[in-house]
């Protein structure tokens, strides 16, 4: 998988997981942040997020005309992780009104439009030389397993950093605490919440004055603690940054736009590379449209995991789990695991030489036994510990983040390898009916989902006061399903897609392709907040049976038009 790549794919690949980092650390709490903030409901704070989400995607339309007609690829990407260094850092400052956030989002969005589509592009172009030709697909899922390895410990340092400040203040975590104590401040004279909160006060270790003090504290600080959080983010910006310059010897090659080769060749009186006739230059911009409007609809599905599939975590999903099920959620854990696994990949590979397996086997070995010391405790070096993994161990919604990415690293192998083998027996599907089978996927996914929610009160009649018994919660497996389903649709969707962009895109609109795709993403983000108000009106399995019935409907129109499609990626 990893063998004949060109080294600048590396190099992008770490700037991408330490920008990526940065972005799902901040994007891991962002709804819950608005919310604890401001006291918004899921509408309110859908708009805002769906918002957010479309600017970050839309505005690599811009980045990628400076880049083809302006600056070039490289100083671009430079200067969109300043921007975004700036935004991030606006946003992890205490005490600021909505109206400053907005200009946070906005800086924040305007840094990523000159980093993302421009760094993708750059990938693309590492890949124009024929003898890397043949391996642009699995350089991309290559390429996409950095965003995730980040996105992987970005929930984990979201919710560590939260949790410490949270307990230097003498609080700790409540998912009801924030929205009890804005309801309590808009209406002090409502009993029934001013003793729910009253019993969450009783058990901090922080005692206010009275009940109005505590609100307002509580408010303050869980608000603050999401503020360390953002500052995280900022602060892997700059670590992205430096390793995007430091090695850019590796990529220095690729970094040139069609408009700068045109210009080179002319100045050496040399002929430039042959252009693409019109005709040629709108098909491939139709078939590129085509799969945009697809994509839409991936993207408003998918990224329900920052909005409505995180409020589900915290308002359906049982809040506490055995000790069993906490090895996946706690971090201490969950690494000893991911070792194991990974040390018995290398023992068991098939094609593994001696000193491999050998290495495998020290692996897992280590990580097994890291594992049973974190789980059950033990004596090492004489010093004796408990295990870090009680019974009834709290989750918080934003830790279901990890899921999607770690299931990314660890299937991607598994998607490429099963990809190679279809190539080498001629039958690995299209670029494009990998797209229409990752929509089909999606819908499964949600489906887990509408058999979820069956028979759980909506989030209107949780509004007005409903209370759920303990047995009503749901086991944290179903949203691990579903992201389980989601991950494989998305390798089937994502890297795939940001690939035929790469392949099909004319030579002049490189870097403007690659900014329609994230553009189409940005309209299907924007349409996943603005989506909230269904969730707030419906029943939940009707949310759900939406996203179903409209990724089914997105997957039978990219079939229907599959091989316009193929023969534009061809010619």
């Known amino acids: 998988m990893f063998k004949g790549h060109p080294k600048g794919l590396y190099v992008a690949f770490f700037a991408n997981m330490g920008e990526r980092f940065g972005y799902y650390t901040m994007l891991a709490i962002f709804t819950l942040y608005l919310q604890a903030k401001f006291g918004w409901d899921a509408s309110q704070a859908g708009r805002v997020y769906g918002g957010f989400l479309f600017g970050i995607y839309f505005m690599p339309l811009l980045g990628g005309y400076i880049a083809d007609n302006v600056l070039g690829y490289g100083k671009t990407i430079a200067l969109g992780t300043l921007v975004m260094f700036g935004g991030y850092l606006m946003l992890a400052m205490p005490g600021t009104g909505e109206y400053f956030i907005y200009g946070a989002l906005a800086v924040i969005s305007l840094g990523t439009g000159l980093f993302k589509g421009n760094l993708q592009a750059l990938v693309g172009n590492l890949y124009d030389d024929p003898k890397y030709s043949k391996i642009r697909d699995s350089a991309f899922n290559i390429f996409y397993m950095g965003i995730n390895i980040g996105a992987f410990f970005a929930p984990n340092a979201a919710e560590g950093i939260s949790n410490w400040f949270l307990a230097k203040n003498g609080l700790n975590y409540s998912k009801n605490a924030a929205d009890l104590a804005h309801k309590y401040l808009d209406n002090p004279s409502n009993t029934k919440v001013a003793s729910e909160l009253q019993s969450i006060s009783d058990s901090m270790s922080y005692q206010a004055a009275n009940l109005n003090d505590f609100a307002n504290f509580y408010i303050e600080k869980m608000s603050e603690s999401y503020n360390y959080g953002f500052g995280i983010a900022a602060i892997s910006m700059i670590l992205s940054l430096i390793i995007f310059l430091a090695f850019r010897k590796y990529y220095k090659h690729a970094d040139v736009t069609h408009k700068q080769q045109k210009a080179a060749a002319a100045a050496k009186g040399e002929k430039s590379a042959a252009e693409m006739s019109p005709e ?38 049982a809040e506490t789990v055995g000790r069993g099920t906490n090895i996946i959620f706690s971090l201490w854990s969950f690494l000893p695991l991911i070792g194991a696994i990974i040390g018995l990949t290398l023992l068991f590979g098939k094609n593994n030489s001696g000193k491999t397996r050998g290495m495998g086997a020290v692996i897992t070995a280590a990580g097994l036994g890291l594992l049973y010391w974190v789980v059950y405790g033990g004596t090492f070096l004489g010093i004796s510990t408990p295990g870090f993994l009680p019974e009834g161990n709290q989750i918080t919604p934003q830790i279901f983040q990890q899921f999607n990415p770690i299931f990314i690293v660890f299937l991607t192998p598994v998607i490429v390898g099963f990809f190679a083998w279809l190539r080498k027996n001629g039958k690995e599907p299209s670029s494009p009916k990998k797209i229409g089978i990752g929509m089909i996927l999606t819908a499964t996914g949600f489906g887990i989902m509408v058999l979820a929610s069956m028979g759980l009160p909506s989030p209107a009649e949780l509004q007005e006061g409903t209370i759920m018994s303990e047995s009503a919660f749901r086991s944290p497996y179903w949203l691990i399903g579903t992201y389980f389903t989601l991950t494989i649709a998305e390798l089937f969707l994502s890297p795939i897609g940001i690939s035929f962009v790469s392949k099909v895109a004319p030579p002049q609109y490189k870097g403007l392709a690659q900014g329609g795709w994230l553009g189409a993403t940005a309209i299907g983000n924007l349409a996943a907040g603005l989506i909230g108000p269904f969730w707030d009106k419906w029943e939940l399995w009707q949310f759900f049976a939406l996203l179903v019935g409209l990724c089914v409907l997105s997957a039978i129109f990219i079939f229907s038009i599959l091989k316009r499609l193929e023969r534009a990626s061809e010619s």
């Open 280 to 317: 040629q230059t709108r098909q491939r911009l139709i078939a590129l449209g085509l799969v945009f409007l697809v994509v839409i609809f991936f993207w408003m599905a998918f990224h329900q995991n920052g909005f409505t599939l995180t409020i589900f975590a915290r308002d359906y999903t």
